[in-house]
Structure formats: C-alpha cells, structure tokens
C-alpha cells in the first residue's frame, strides 16, 4: 500500500504534484532543517516520514550558541512562542565551575513542529505515514533517519519535563554514583527538562533520579511519562555516497552530555545547502563539527567529581574548541543540478 501510494503521488500525479529536486527521509530536526535549506535555495523539496506524526525523541533540549543563530536567520525562531522557549545564559557543573554561554532551551515537540511550519511555509511538502522509495529520477535523496552500520555508544539516555519554573538560567550537569549524569535544562517560563544518562540501559526513571537526591527535591510534578533513546553516540559513516547523502543521527551522533546534538543536526544542514554543487565539502564540513562536539563530550566526561580545579581545567579546553558560527544568508540555486558524487 505504501509503495503504490507514494509511487502514485511521485509518479502519474507528475503534473498536478511536481517532482521534486530533492527527496528526504525523515522529519527530525535534521530532515526538516534540511528541507528548510535546500527550499530556500529555489528546490523542490517533499519529505516523507514513516510514522503517521512528526517523530518525538528523547533529547536534552538545549540549542548551543550555533544553532540558536541557524534557526533566527532561517525564521524558525519567529514561529516559536516566547512562552515556548528559555533564554539560558551558561552552563553550570554543580559542584564546580560555571561558564557563560548563549543558548536556548526549547522542548523538542516545539521545536519540531516549528521546524516543520517553516518548512511548509517556503513550499516544501511532508508526507506523513509514507516510507521511503528511493527514485532515480530524483536529483539528491538525503537520508535523515535510521542508524547507519557503525560501532554505538553504550551508553543510555532518558528524560522527562517537570512544571517546575527553573531556578538557574543556566543549564545544570550534575554528576552521579556509578558513572550517570543528569542535566537539568529549562524549556520554558513553567518547565524544565531533566535528562539522565547512564551505562546501564533499562533502569527505570525512577531508581534513576533517586541518584540525584538534591536535584529530586527541586521537581515539582511530572507532566509526561519518562522517554528513552539509545544508543547516545555513534562514529561517523560515509555521508555521501553517489546521489545520497546522509544527515543528522543517520550520520553520526555525539554524546548528548555536551548538548551538541541538534546544534550539529542544524550545521550539518547549514553546510548541506552551502556545498550543493560540491557534496564532498560538505562532508568534511559536518565531519569537523562532529569531531569539534565529540571533543566537548570527551572533555565533560572525564570529571567524575566536578572540582572547582578539574571544571576549570575543563572549561578551558571548552572555550579553546567552541565552534564559530556561521551567520552567511542562503542564496539560490541554479535549477540545474549536475552536482559532483
């Protein structure tokens, strides 16, 4: 049925439904961030998504310096509520150092459906419920779903939103017994999100946060059930291979402890457009930033205590790798798309 459906709307629909220059699988924040360049470079874009709604995903929820600036000078920003948003102003390891840093926490259903009215608004067309039927006659087919063949993180993630008004305008890493971290991320005037990574997959949410008896007390009630997501790290894959390119977790993926991960998701869509006509660069584009976030989660996993003296240390090295940010507009496209494999 699925097949027949989008061969239909692909193919003997070909007048009233355009073609389009680009297919992408996928409507993650990397997919959608991806339809959102290309469009505005004059593509024709449709993005199918196999669910039967915009895909949710446990995540942190913080958006970096990067990122923040990718989604204000592609108008995303200005579809999101500030009442569905927190300016956070640093990064904070209790028990340690603090350092400033301009970000922005959003939750991940808002941001998602931000990214997808965008898209829709520049022309581009999603498909919910549809799998993917990769066709020749498509220009650039862009994979932004599914886990590449690769060695995984072992490690495990899970978080949920409480109603609790955050008391820091910073984002808390708290470290944990047995090699957990919890992070605790405001996401708006009324809530934060709280996120606890461990090597143990499966325990549940709640001999989790029992770890974390200090941050416990600060949690007022609940308002959605615990969301798993693993694995949390993966290395990097061949991302272009002929007329297929591969984008966010189909990608690679770095461990959330940095909140890098939708940051990179939105660079790696930023150079997507930027090296059209030379796929290649933008492979080593989104190469750099991954080894760059990978760096950062490196650096924060190694303090099992927060000192003062080992968080200094840390953050000297964060300052020394913090990628600059790109704030170049888009610009359009020729029609004709003989870009090189």
Excluded at 172 to 198: D, K, Q
Aim: with cysteine.
């Amino acid at each position: 049925m699925g097949k027949r459906r989008v061969s239909f709307l692909f193919g003997s629909l070909g007048k009233s439904v355009p073609r389009p220059d680009a297919l992408l699988a996928g409507a993650g924040p990397a997919g959608l961030a991806a339809a959102i360049e290309l469009a505005l470079r004059g593509l024709a874009v449709t993005v199918v998504e196999q669910r039967k709604s915009l895909p949710e995903k446990a995540c942190g929820e913080g958006i970096l310096a990067p990122g923040v600036a990718w989604l204000a000078e592609r108008g995303v920003l200005d579809v999101i509520h500030p009442d569905a948003r927190f300016p956070i102003q640093g990064v904070e390891l209790v028990g340690g150092a603090k350092f400033p840093t301009a970000a922005l926490g959003i939750a991940r259903t808002v941001l998602i459906h931000a990214l997808a009215e965008r898209a829709r608004a520049l022309g581009v067309t999603i498909l919910l419920g549809h799998p993917l039927e990769p066709r020749s006659d498509v220009a650039l087919t862009i994979l932004a779903t599914g886990l590449p063949r690769c060695q995984a993180s072992r490690r495990f993630g899970i978080r949920r939103h409480f109603a609790t008004a955050p008391w820091s305008d910073s984002v808390e890493l708290h470290y944990g017994p047995r090699g957990t971290e919890a992070y605790v991320t405001p996401i708006s005037p009324s809530a934060v999100n709280v996120a606890i990574l461990s090597d143990r997959r499966g325990e549940r949410w709640e001999s989790l946060l029992a770890l974390f008896p200090r941050l416990a007390r600060h949690l007022g009630s609940p308002l959605d059930r615990p969301r798993g997501a693993w694995p949390l790290g993966h290395r990097p894959t061949t991302l272009v291979q002929g007329r297929t390119v591969r984008i966010g977790d189909a990608a690679c993926a770095v461990d959330p402890i940095g909140g890098e991960g939708v940051s990179l998701a939105l660079i790696s869509a930023r150079a997507l457009g930027e090296h059209l006509h030379e796929l290649h660069r933008y492979e080593a584009a989104v190469l750099d930033a991954y080894h760059q976030a990978k760096k950062l989660a490196e650096i924060l996993q190694t303090i099992p205590v927060a000192t003062p003296e080992r968080s200094e240390i840390a953050l000297a090295c964060i300052a020394a790798i913090q990628p600059s940010c790109s704030t170049s507009a888009p610009q359009a496209s020729p029609r004709s798309l003989n870009w090189d494999p």
